[in-house]
């Protein structure tokens, strides 16, 4: 067995060949996704400017599936599935569960998403990625998300079993650390996830083979807690990523780990089973279900999130004041290593989050604000803030790191990996502050032509939209050139690298 | 101190000390906050998403509609109808692919219970420029208690996909003020386009 | 000091803190920070509030 592990020669840990090998494959697909979901974004923002106004109509709400898609489920959860196995085998020392269950795993995840591509590009699922119901794809897309799930679904069940030989087999002392604690929290969350697919998309796979009904608002209901707990999901493994770079890049602290892990659980416990605040217009609820699911009469997830945004800057901060780092106030965050992309995209990914997507978010997601955001471009502005400058960004930053210690190369093209964050994170801030704006003014999202050529009654926005769009592509061009840059250096380095010097055999 | 990918060793369940407990604090008052604001503006506010909830038939849905149509019909546009309700009245506006049936004329400061539903698929009422916004569902009526507070020509945008037809989903609402007797006739005639009377 | 193509992190990794570090009530201060989260803290609230005004001008609904 031990053969089977190698030990890391910068952070001593020893890490299972298995773990090597599952983390390598999950990042490798997860930017593969990445790069068809960013060939996309620029074919839709290009679309959305209407001064280019690139693609016909089928082709925008096809792309805006695929783009969906590839962004929201399959880059982020291939990605997230590699961090839970870094987070149990590799931090606890520890072997992989069940390798082989684990290999399955990963090519059933594979299989569903490459039906899901196949369905989505042939045009057989033009439903974007929420496909409400009564809108029908063919049963090979819901029965591609349902192979997708289950394949996460085991990963997570590994994870969970990684964690129990890692503690019979005593390869760590003490508690578990914080990172791997939030990575079994958005774990946990996982799993109340999954429980929601399975009981909207097994239905829904029967209705498009024609098998039964399903009501439009229940679907919405349902679809929504997996909707909404896989975004806690995100920003749960964010902020593990948070700790996991801080540590990283500057030996941030952890100032209290009771109140960091209690901020975790909250996570776990007051996410909106039902995902209330996408409801919050909706026919088929009343506004006391509406209030109290959207809260739980004190917005705890909230108060979370508002935790981790003091403890990580403040564990930064503390750990370099111990470095020595004391004068004034900011000597700390002044002279921190900004030149290294896994910094600067974790502090970018913390205010960015926090600053546009975090309060954006909470301000729509009250009850009655809703009736003046709803289903504008506010909604996309928020979530580009939170899970794309913030758990992108923030995967992003920790790529730095992996190619290094996992996959043993080094970063191609450094310099511009220096600047990488920069880059991607001013784009994103452009462009969801500008989506936010324009979402304001009325500006719907999901829609072809704001301009109205074809429609039966004319309509002119506000002058400003116009402006606010032209940000907005700006934003979006700027964030995909970080992107590109971001893929050009990951396959590189990946596939054509510079190895590091071989290392010790434990 | 150790870091977050460390294990930490011993006991670390410790007391919260200085500005962590302070914004834990503040933070927690600041949710509370957040959430008083929504039962305190269904008492005080005039906006809320509450309405007259039920389910209905899309077939009866649209039976309704028809009917409405029936007895308010003043004109047509575009091969829509156009409707002028009294004041009070229950109005009816169905989404379906893709257009909004009918084109509803209203009065400034009157009170209307507007049903919203769907013919077939989810669809998004967006009223422009005003950006009022509301999800309309197949099998769902949607009755809400709107009061125009502002006279005009209004549209409303389809803001959930609901096909490749969507972004021509348009509608349209005009709202007259009824205090301004002869301003009302001139602008009647000419929003709802004269010569389709 | 960085390595071409190498994080910092890994070339220059940061200098462990023995477990005692930062107990102290006269070390444990993170004043910076504190200041950071008021200053969301003020955000929110403006962002917060002003999206209730914008509200209160729409058209009455209930
Ligand atoms: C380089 C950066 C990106 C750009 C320029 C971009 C651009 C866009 C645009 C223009 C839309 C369409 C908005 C609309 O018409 O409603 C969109 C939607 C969306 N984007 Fe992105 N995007 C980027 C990255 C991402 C990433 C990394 C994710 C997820 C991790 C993501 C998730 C989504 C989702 C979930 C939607 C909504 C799709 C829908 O409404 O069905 N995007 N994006
Ligand atoms: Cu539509």
């Known amino acids: 067995m031990s053969a089977d592990f190698r030990t890391c020669p910068t952070t001593g840990l020893k890490v299972h060949a298995q773990a090597d090998r599952l983390i390598k494959a999950n990042a490798v697909v997860g930017v593969v996704a990445l790069l068809i979901g960013g060939i996309a974004a620029l074919l839709l923002l290009l679309t959305r400017w209407q001064v280019v106004h690139l693609l016909p109509a089928d082709w925008f709400y096809r792309l805006l599936t695929v783009h969906g898609m590839n962004m929201l489920i399959f880059f982020i959860l291939f990605f997230e599935m590699a961090i839970l196995y870094f987070a149990s085998a590799v931090l606890l020392n520890s072997r992989v569960a069940a390798p082989r269950l684990a290999w399955f795993s990963f090519w059933l995840m594979v299989a569903g998403a490459l039906v899901v591509e196949w369905t989505m590009f042939t045009g057989r699922a033009d439903v974007l990625f929420t496909s409400y119901v009564p809108l029908r794809a063919t049963p090979w897309f819901y029965l591609g998300v349902i192979l997708f799930a289950v394949g996460a679904l085991l990963v997570v069940a590994i994870f969970f079993a990684t964690l129990i030989v890692a503690k019979k087999e005593r390869t760590y002392t003490g508690s578990i650390p914080l990172v791997t604690f939030g990575a079994a929290t958005a774990a946990i969350i996982a799993v109340i996830t999954l429980g929601h697919g399975a009981a909207i998309y097994i239905p829904t796979f029967l209705w498009s083979l024609g098998i039964g ?294 | 101190m150790h870091t977050g990918i460390q294990s930490p060793q011993g006991v670390w369940w410790k007391p919260v000390r200085g500005g962590e407990k302070l914004w834990v604090g503040i933070a927690f008052a600041w949710c509370l906050v957040l959430f008083a604001m929504m039962p305190l503006w269904h008492l005080r506010g005039g906006q809320n998403p509450s309405g007259i909830r039920s389910k209905v038939d899309p077939q009866a849905f649209m039976a309704r509609t028809q009917e409405f149509i029936r007895t308010y019909q003043v004109g047509t546009e575009n091969g829509i109808p156009v409707v002028e309700p009294p004041p009070g009245s229950d109005i009816y506006l169905m989404g379906m692919m893709w257009s909004w049936q009918p084109v509803l004329r209203l009065r400034k400061g009157a009170q209307y219970t507007l049903h919203l539903s769907s013919f077939d698929v989810n669809h998004g009422f967006s009223l422009l420029p005003f950006n009022i916004n509301f999800q309309v569902v197949p099998g769902y009526d949607y009755g809400l208690r709107i009061t125009p507070t502002e006279a005009g020509d209004f549209r409303i945008v389809c803001n959930e996909f609901c096909g490749i037809g969507h972004h021509l989903m348009i509608g349209r609402v005009i709202v007259v003020d009824e205090s301004e007797p002869a301003a009302a006739g001139a602008s009647s005639g000419a929003a709802i386009g004269g010569g389709n009377l | 000091m960085a390595k071409e193509g190498l994080p910092p992190g890994i070339v220059n990794p940061p200098r462990p803190l023995p477990e005692k570090a930062g107990e102290s009530p006269e070390e444990h201060r993170t004043p910076g920070t504190l200041v950071l989260v008021l200053v969301f803290l003020a955000a929110f609230v403006v962002y917060y509030f002003v999206n209730w005004k914008l509200l209160s001008f729409v058209w009455r609904v209930g």
């Open chain 1, 213 to 506: 009904n399903v009501d439009a608002q229940i679907y919405r209901l349902v679809w929504w807690g997996l909707g909404h707990s896989s975004q806690q999901i995100n920003v749960a493994a964010m902020v593990a990523v948070w700790y996991l770079l801080g540590a990283l890049t500057v030996g941030s602290v952890v100032i209290n780990e009771k109140i960091s892990r209690i901020a975790f659980t909250l996570y776990v416990l007051f996410i909106s089973m039902a995902a209330a605040h996408h409801l919050l217009v909706d026919p088929g609820l009343p506004p006391t279900w509406k209030v109290w699911n959207t809260s739980y009469a004190m917005y705890l997830a909230v108060l979370a999130s508002m935790i981790h945004g003091f403890t990580v800057p403040a564990g930064i901060e503390l750990g370099q004041r111990l470095r020595g780092y004391t004068k004034g106030l900011f000597e700390w965050l002044r002279r921190a290593p900004w030149g290294d992309p896994g910094f600067s995209a974790l502090i970018f990914s913390i205010i960015i989050f926090g600053f546009v997507g975090g309060i954006t978010g909470v301000t729509f997601g009250t009850e009655q604000i809703n009736i003046i955001a709803h289903n504008t471009l506010r909604v996309p502005g928020h979530f580009h803030a939170t899970v794309v400058a913030g758990t992108t960004l923030a995967f992003m930053g920790l790529t730095y790191y992996v190619i290094p210690l996992i996959f043993r190369k080094k970063v191609a093209f450094w310099p511009l990996a220096r600047i990488q964050p920069y880059l991607f994170a001013a784009g994103m801030l452009i462009f969801s502050v500008a989506m936010t704006f324009a979402g304001t003014f009325g500006v719907p999202r999901r829609h072809y032509d704001i301009s109205f050529a074809q429609a039966p009654f004319d309509f002119q926005f506000s002058p400003a939209v116009d402006l606010v769009m032209t940000a907005m592509a700006i934003g979006g061009l700027l964030a995909i050139t970080g992107g590109a840059i971001y893929i050009a250096i990951t396959v590189w380095s990946v596939f054509f690298g510079k190895p590091l010097e071989a290392e010790v055999k434990a």
